[in-house]
């Protein structure tokens, strides 16, 4: 995070905590393209056991871990479905095509909102007419979506919709840790909805490095094959590893904090009517349609005043809480905000 500044743009900008860096530092290490990392081989295990499947394979960021699995679901050629908003095909740069050979069609962007009917009705058969679908992706939460979860209903719905369709089903857990404690849905519930999840301790679990592929051991022999092939075999990455047990031990529970922290600032900026949906976890989306300054203005005038936000769009906002930002820092950001928009 910046000195100085309430750094409120995403929850990847943590640093380690002084009990993480120890944990780093005493880690056992090894190998880890030979299998011989200990403290990756138990992340991995952990990990595995906490979403009730068989493996899960240590990577080092989000976006690998979500291609490593599409990369399992969809043959080349073949048909992803997931919402135009979703990170994997929003901020992968392509890589479900460029290395997947990997199609991708989408339902219209709402959030958290999915409609398994809608996506039942996407869904194309195998045959040689049409690209069929293989695979359909969520996000959980959903980060364009303001940080909505998902139910568990729906996503019930969608595992039917799934099997009925004989197509398979992917999350993108980067903040499944935020649902679990938002919703009180246990991590395995999640976990026995889907082929294939991706999870990351570098968001609001704080770790600097790391994400994982969860599933069925055959699919992870396989998805260790394609992480090496990406670039993505690491060596003594027990180290960071190491960071990642740490967070999982100390950080998730917490992360009712954060929601919190967002909660208070979306009451303090509701008033000026641009909170864009409604706050379930850490983001805050503004809409600024009706507000005086656009994103770039309003960011611009907050760095200005020591508070830093993302810009989505000329008129959308986000903001995001996190463990790097203190309470008092959160009623400083409020007040510096609502200051900006009532001007
Ligand atoms: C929902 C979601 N999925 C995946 C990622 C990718 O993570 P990484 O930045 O580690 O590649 C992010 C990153 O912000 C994300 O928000």
């Known amino acids: 995070m910046a000195e100085n500044l309430i750094d409120l743009r995403s929850d990847t900008v943590t640093r380690p905590t002084s009990g993480m860096r120890e944990a780093m530092a005493a880690a056992e290490v090894g190998d880890d393209v030979y299998g011989e990392d200990p403290t990756v081989n138990a992340l991995e295990a952990e990990v595995a056991a906490l979403f009730g499947h068989e493996a899960a394979l240590f990577c080092p960021t989000g976006s690998m871990a979500n291609q490593i699995a599409l990369q399992l679901l969809v043959p080349p050629g073949a048909e992803l479905l997931c919402d135009a908003d979703a990170h994997v095909i929003t901020y992968e740069m392509g890589a479900a095509a460029a290395y997947g050979g990997i199609t991708s069609r989408t339902w219209s962007a709402v959030g958290a909102d999915v409609d398994p009917d809608v996506v039942a009705g996407m869904i194309r058969p195998d045959g040689y007419w049409a690209v069929p679908t293989r695979a359909i992706a969520v996000e959980q939460t959903h980060n364009r979506g303001g940080g909505g979860v998902i139910s568990l209903d729906t996503l019930r719905r969608l595992r039917r919709v799934a099997d ?180």
């Open 164 to 343: 009925e369709a004989q197509v398979a089903l992917h999350c993108d857990g980067a903040r499944i840790w935020h649902a679990h404690v938002a919703d009180g849905v246990p991590l395995a519930t999640y976990g026995g909805l889907f082929d294939t999840l991706s999870v990351c301790l570098s968001k609001g679990l704080g770790a600097p490095v790391g994400s994982l592929v969860v599933g069925a051991a055959d699919k992870i022999e396989r998805a260790r094959v394609i992480r090496k092939r990406m670039g993505g075999g690491m060596r003594q990455a027990g180290i960071l590893a190491a960071a990642g047990r740490y967070a999982l031990a100390h950080h998730i529970d917490r992360l009712a904090e954060d929601h919190a922290k967002a909660a208070r600032l979306a009451e303090a900026i509701a008033p000026f009517g641009v909170l864009a949906a409604p706050v379930r976890t850490n983001l805050v989306p503004l809409d600024l349609t009706k507000a005086s300054l656009d994103a770039p203005t309003l960011a611009a005038a907050a760095r200005a005043e020591g508070v830093l936000i993302s810009v989505l769009g000329p008129r959308t906002a986000r903001l995001v809480t996190h463990m790097d930002v203190p309470d008092p820092a959160i009623d400083q950001a409020a007040t510096t905000l609502t200051h900006l928009l009532r001007a």
